[in-house]
């Protein structure tokens, strides 16, 4: 549609990366609170709810920064991808959106409010952090099986389906599976901030082994599910380069038997990392396998990508601020470190 | 294909909802940022504990603000993208990038520092957290001034070209320094500090009347009152200049603020009268009605006695912008700027006079009344300001290139109703959560006896450092998350 030259099309491939940092980095932190969030609906001690949202009221705004940190780049360098995306998914984005502020709504309110109003405010924070979860996921799989453009002559390709489009089997067990995932990363985040002796956290360590076989299950039908519905998937694993594939899974199933065996000797940080790790690398294979296409079917990365993106304002964003931004999570991440119990309140934490 | 009429009037009565709801919010936060930040500098400077609750106290109404301002601003990002796709589409390659740049060097930066800045006190040091505070405040502002250069391009695109559907940068200078900008950030960074001073000044204000820690508030009370006064003296200013860049770069805009139809009157003379109010007529063509300062419009606007002002009827009919709204809104904005510097220097006069002692400022009953009641007026006038600013953009959402029905997402009549109930639902609960929380801070009043944080010296709790080497059995933490 519009043409690229080489450098512009190597910075979109680096956008591209970007992208896909941002995303996966939302997932591996955001996930831990989106799954704490869930996990709070089957805690019954109310201060323990209380301590799940105070054991996170330090860091979930740079976590959450980086979806919108993702939007930003995704608007700003494949403008066509993201105002067409939007359309398509405008249904489970409004879910998302809305889960979004409630979660920010209930976790800078709760600390304030009475007693009955904490309850409600808890209740609202499950089922939000519940609800980005499930549309969030939906939303991918909705985006793995693409959506229709109409291409006018001098105009930009536009979504014209329906609302509803977005709706298949296939997006809702994406829904379901990020759902399970994520909770998963839920419990392993309690586990690791609490100390040893809470109940919290023993409840959280009994319920780990459940949530990680069903993890490990979703992970697998949402696979198997993906190569036999697409082609780009199946053509991709089980072309000449499938030995190279093996190996990818391999290492993720040997991340994720990290996972286990830490969980069961009580390395709680180790267990999270491992995890991260297991995410990080199916995540990339998934990026690795969906290039050249942004949505497959719909947008390559040549044909979403805006012609304006220019290196000098990619290396002041990518090369100067984001490296500052990473460090500064991290230590962030380090100043709240330490493990509590559930007598910490928001206050003095 | 065009969209329904009625979907795209729900549309755009959603998207005026999500913004006039956000801009609630942001600016107390840029603007408190900067004046907690000259709190705990004071505090750092003299180690006098009365800045250090201050500090505190005003830190919990700034949280109860900011998580509102960011759960509002997520929506804006998004509302783009679904009720202005094809305008995402087609400016994305400017606005979309801009918008970027906002999300990577301010949203995030801010969002790091904040945690730090909330939850840091007595963890890192006194210096890293007033450094923290400083990064909020820095963040705030940068943020604000690409939404500004963003929203300015808007209003004057310059250094594009429309050509394939999209908005083409020929020049990247001449769209971030576009026309509006340098008029448009300077008077929206004077209207946070504005707004976040009349903020500090009323609750300062109403412990004062209540009698309450008025050794606490007393004495911020006189410096903000004075630090307003001149704020409000420069916004004024500033006003006047954003105004001249209205008149020479969206005449339009500008003649549906000051109700001004006809460039000439019927003797061919210049249409000099300023209209104070009036009401325009059913083929809205002119003024039904009006109250008329004569000349006082060329001495506004063109800075001279006889000036020519161009009236709305020298454009094409569906170039218009609607004038009711522009011209009550605009009024209204200027209204509350010249009374908020009345109120401010008669809290410097009684400072000056002595009267605003921490022994004596309880007794001027009637100032302090006015001061607490003061703080809804530049809330209307930010709200004001922006509507004048975004409908005397109209018909246009990027001025003069592409129409607003050109943007619009072609979303049906049931699904735009929908999407207008689901954010008038959440935005109301934000907005009066927001207000009953910040409330029920002041109620509670400051905390005056908890130990004042230390220097980074605060228990962090048990720590598993790794056992040494041999003991394998033993659960090894490295360190927890």
């Known amino acids: 549609m519009t043409q690229l030259d080489d450098m512009q099309y190597f910075l979109a491939n680096a956008w591209w990366l970007g992208l896909g940092v941002a995303m996966l980095l939302y997932i591996i932190l ?137 709706v298949s089997a296939f997006s809702i067990w994406t829904g379901i599976a990020a759902c399970v995932a994520v909770t998963l990363s839920g419990v392993l985040f309690v586990r690791a901030r609490f100390e040893k002796t809470e109940r919290i956290r023993q409840d959280a360590a009994r319920w780990t082994a459940t949530i990680f076989w069903l993890a490990i299950g979703s992970v697998l039908i949402t696979l198997v599910w993906s190569a036999a519905i697409f082609d780009w998937a199946r053509s991709t694993w089980f072309g000449p380069h499938f030995w190279l594939w093996g ?22 940080l180790a267990a999270i990392l491992w995890y991260n790790g297991a995410v990080l690398i199916l995540g990339l294979g998934m990026l690795i396998t969906l290039h050249p296409w942004l949505v497959p079917g719909t947008w390559t990365i040549r044909e979403g990508a805006s012609p304006q993106v220019s290196l000098i304002t990619f290396t002041m964003t990518m090369g100067g601020f984001l490296p500052v931004m990473v460090m500064y999570n991290w230590y962030q991440i380090w100043v709240f470190r330490a493990r509590i119990s559930k007598l910490v309140a928001y206050e003095h934490h | 294909m065009q969209p329904d009429p009625l979907s795209i009037l729900i549309s755009r009565i959603d998207f005026g909802l999500i913004s006039s709801v956000h801009i609630l919010f942001p600016p107390l936060t840029i603007g408190l940022a900067i004046i907690l930040f000259g709190f705990e500098l004071a505090w750092f400077r003299t180690n006098d504990e009365r800045w250090y609750r201050l500090c505190r106290f005003f830190e919990k109404l700034f949280i109860v603000n900011f998580g509102a301002g960011v759960a509002t601003g997520v929506t804006m990002e998004m509302a783009f993208g679904i009720l202005y796709g094809p305008f995402s589409q087609a400016a994305g390659p400017f606005f979309g990038q801009v918008l970027g740049y906002e999300t990577i060097t301010a949203f995030m930066y801010e969002a790091g520092f904040i945690g730090l800045m909330i939850f840091g006190w007595g963890k890192i040091s006194r210096k890293m957290h007033l450094f923290a505070t400083f990064n909020v405040a820095l963040s705030s502002t940068l943020s604000a001034m690409w939404i500004l250069v963003a929203n300015s391009w808007m209003q004057t695109p310059s250094g594009v070209e429309f050509k394939n559907g999209m908005f083409q940068v020929t020049n990247w200078l001449q769209a971030l320094l576009n026309p509006n900008v340098f008029a448009a950030f300077p008077h929206m960074l004077l209207a946070a500090v504005e707004l976040s001073l009349c903020f500090v000044v009323a609750v300062c204000a109403w412990f ?54 006809d460039t000439y009157d019927e003797n061919g003379n210049v249409n000099n009268a300023w209209n104070v109010i009036g009401w325009p007529n059913k083929d809205n063509t002119g003024l039904a009605w009006s109250i008329k300062i004569p000349h006082a419009l060329s001495l506004i606007e063109t800075k001279t006695w006889n000036g020519a002002v161009e009236g709305l009827n020298s454009f094409p009919e569906d170039e218009r912008p609607p004038v009711i709204l522009p011209f009550y809104t605009f009024r209204a ?137 041999g003991h394998a059995d033993h659960p090894e933490y490295i360190r927890p998350v």
């Open chain 2, 208 to 261: 004062v009347f209540k009698r309450r820690e008025v050794q606490l508030f007393a004495r911020p009370l006189r410096y903000t009152l004075v630090a307003l006064a001149a704020v409000a003296a420069v916004q004024i200013y500033m006003g006047d200049v954003l105004g001249e860049n209205v008149l020479e770069h969206k005449p339009a805009a500008l003649a549906a603020m000051e109700g001004q139809y």
């Open chain 2, 333 to 469: 904005m200027a209204a509350i700027g010249g009374a908020i510097l009345l109120v401010a220097l008669w809290g410097c006069w009684l400072s000056w006079r002595g009267r605003m002692t921490e022994g004596l400022a309880s007794a001027n009953r009637l100032f302090l009344m006015a001061c607490t009641g003061m703080v809804v007026l530049p809330y209307i006038a930010v709200i004001a300001g922006w509507w004048t600013r975004e409908i005397g953009r109209q018909p246009w959402i990027v001025y003069g290139m592409m129409r607003v029905e050109d943007g619009m997402s072609k979303l049906s009549v049931g699904l735009a109703t929908f999407w207008l109930i689901g954010f008038a639902i959440f935005e109301t609960a934000v907005v009066l959560g927001t207000i009953y929380f910040l409330l029920k801070v002041c109620r509670n009043g400051p905390d005056l006896t908890s130990p004042v944080a230390g220097d980074g010296d605060e228990h962090l709790g048990e720590l598993d450092l790794p056992s040494s080497a």
């Open chain 1, 247 to 268: 190996i990818f899974g391999l290492v993720a199933l040997w991340c994720i038997e990290q996972v286990r065996r830490d969980t069961l000797k009580d390395r709680d």
């Open chain 1, 30 to 166: 955001d996930g831990a609170d989106l799954g704490a969030g869930i996990f709070g609906l089957v805690v019954g001690d109310h201060d323990e709810r209380g301590a799940i949202m105070a054991a996170m009221a330090g860091t979930w705004d740079a976590n959450e920064t980086w979806l919108i940190v993702a939007g930003g780049i995704l608007f700003g360098t494949f403008p066509f991808v993201y105002g067409s995306a939007f359309h398509y998914l405008m249904v489970p984005m409004a879910f998302v959106l809305w889960g979004v502020m409630s979660r920010a709504v209930a976790i800078e309110f709760r600390h304030l409010a009475s007693e009955k109003w904490q309850r409600f405010t808890d209740w609202v924070f499950g089922l939000s952090s519940l609800t980005v979860t499930f549309f969030g996921g939906m939303s991918v799989g909705a985006l793995l099986q693409g959506f229709p453009l109409v291409h006018e002559e001098g105009k930009l390709p536009y979504y014209a389906g329906g609302a509803f489009d977005f």
